[in-house]
């Protein structure tokens, strides 16, 4: 099964903090994500990824930057942390398109998010 | 607007019980179907997909498909306490970046 991680599992920052989230998926998988969770709201893709280096826009980017340094490894960066970016994010990866594996992403273990 | 809608918010069931969940989405470009659950503490995790039209069986599990009125739906028969949890139905216009519905909280009591 895949295995994707994510770090810090629990973070605490103040408005206007700098705040990076990390994750790294062992499955040479080509996608991968950042989504936030919100009561009331689901899943929210906030950006995403082809491969290494590629990065492209999701349902919720304002406010969120992301860096895909290798084909593991995908950051979300918030600059100018904000209250409203406090939320439950996760990451996730899904293999190239083909057999039966339509969109079948493997998510992390979340990271809790808190800007005070 | 949220394009994947779903219902019930929440939902009660006994052990063994069937427990039923509903999606609707206002995109007719989706063509890829998916249900992941989710359990407290964790990350959603795939339970199965659907992509054409009509029933498709898996254990305990069946999700039915209905492209022309845009509904899929999902039923769980003999229903464990290990089966609470969130669901989420997620749709796919191209079969990678999913859009998820808001999620029906499913507790089986024992």
């Known amino acids: 099964e895949a295995a994707v991680t994510q770090s810090p599992r629990n973070k605490v920052t103040v408005t206007g903090g700098n705040v990076t989230l990390s994750c790294r998926q062992t499955?040479?998988?080509?996608?991968m994500y950042w989504y936030r969770q919100d009561t009331g709201h689901g899943l929210r893709l906030i950006h995403y990824s082809y491969g290494a280096g590629n990065l492209q826009i999701g349902d919720v980017p304002d406010g969120y930057k992301a860096t895909r340094t290798t084909q593991e490894d995908f950051f979300l960066l918030l600059e100018l942390a904000s209250p409203s970016q406090t939320s439950l994010y996760f990451c996730?990866?899904?293999?190239?398109?083909?057999?039966?594996?339509?969109?079948?992403?493997?998510f992390g273990p979340g990271t809790r998010l808190t800007v005070l | 607007q949220q394009k994947v809608q779903q219902s019930p918010e929440s939902l009660s069931v006994p052990e063994g019980g069937m427990a039923s969940f509903n999606c609707t989405s206002s995109?007719?470009?989706?063509?890829y179907f998916w249900w992941y659950r989710q359990h407290s503490g964790e990350g959603p995790k795939a339970l199965m997909s659907i992509f054409s039209d009509g029933d498709k069986k898996e254990g305990r599990f069946t999700a039915h498909l209905n492209k022309a009125s845009l509904h899929v739906s999902l039923h769980i028969r003999d229903s464990q306490p290990s089966d609470s949890a969130l669901y989420f139905c997620a749709a796919s216009e191209e079969g990678y970046k999913l859009t998820f519905g808001t999620g029906t909280s499913l507790l089986v009591d024992p």
């Open positions: 995109d007719r470009n989706f063509q």
């Open positions: 499955n040479s998988h080509n996608y």
């Open positions: 996730a990866s899904s293999p190239r398109l083909g057999g039966d594996n339509y969109a079948e992403q493997f």
